[in-house]
T-cell receptor
Framework: DAGVIQSPRHEVTEMGQEVTLRCKPI?????LFWYRQTMMRGLELLIY????????DSGMPEDRFSAKMPNASFSTLKIQPSEPRDSAVYFC?????????????FGSGTQLSVL | QKEVEQNSGPLSVPEGAIASLNCTYS??????FFWYRQYSGKSPELIMF????GDKEDGRFTAQLNKASQYVSLLIRDSQPSDSATYLC????????????FGTGTLLAVQP
């Protein structure tokens, strides 16, 4: 298996632009997580899905952030409009089952820079 | 108080020594505890998990849990330069959903 696949690896954009990050989880994994990592705040959980349904989005910073999972093999995280403080590494992770939800397999991340 | 606290380091140990990484957590209801390793510029990877008080060994790694003290640690025996990385402690927060809260990590540097 190729693991969790994220795209793009790097994104540089200007303040106010829309940014869309993409994730393909490991086939057969039921849960998908979006995390954001910064030096100051570490890894923060933004939202997670189970069987394509959003379970907890309490970590989504504000209405500018939205996430979708239209099917079991694809998810997006969208920021509109983007701001410089959104600059971070965004990781997508998946886990095999509800009973093993904490055993996360991370993608390579998207390094986002908002100028 | 942060939910999961770690010393940011860097923790510097000589090759072959034991590295001891520590983590405290605030939620007494937490049931599951994890150690992830993250190399610079890479994504985190799971290396150990522990659910019960006491020690759990896996090769050169030993995880230790003390729920009464709300303390979890990771020992790395015979440290190698390839162990140099940031080690993230993660704790399951008790509640309706399984939510993993990560510490900010401890940077370990193993000196050859």
């Amino acid at each position: 298996d190729a693991g969790v696949i994220q795209s793009p690896r790097h994104e540089v954009t200007e303040m106010g632009q829309e940014v869309t990050l993409r994730c393909k989880p490991i086939s057969g994994h039921n849960s998908l997580f979006w995390y954001r990592q910064t030096m100051m705040r570490g890894l923060e959980l933004l939202i997670y899905f189970n069987n394509n349904v959003p379970i907890d989005d309490s970590g989504m910073p504000e209405d500018r952030f939205s996430a979708k999972m239209p099917n079991a093999s694809f998810s997006t995280l969208k920021i509109q409009p983007s701001e410089p403080r959104d600059s971070a590494v965004y990781f997508c992770a998946s886990s095999p089952s509800r009973t093993e939800e904490e055993k996360l397999f991370f993608g390579s991340g998207t390094q986002l820079s908002v100028l | 108080q942060k939910e999961v606290e770690q010393n940011s380091g860097p923790l510097s140990v000589p090759e072959g020594a034991i590295a001891s990484l520590n983590c405290t957590y605030s939620d007494r209801g937490s049931q599951s505890f994890f150690w992830y390793r993250q190399y610079s510029g890479k994504s985190p990877e799971l290396i150990m998990f522990i659910y019960s008080n006491g020690d759990k060994e896996d090769g050169r790694f030993t995880a230790q849990l003390n729920k009464a003290s709300q303390y979890v640690s990771l020992l790395i025996r015979d440290s190698q330069p390839s162990d140099s990385a940031t080690y993230l402690c993660a704790v399951n927060i008790w509640g309706a959903t399984n939510k993993l809260i990560f510490g900010t990590g401890t940077l370990l540097a193993v000196q050859p």
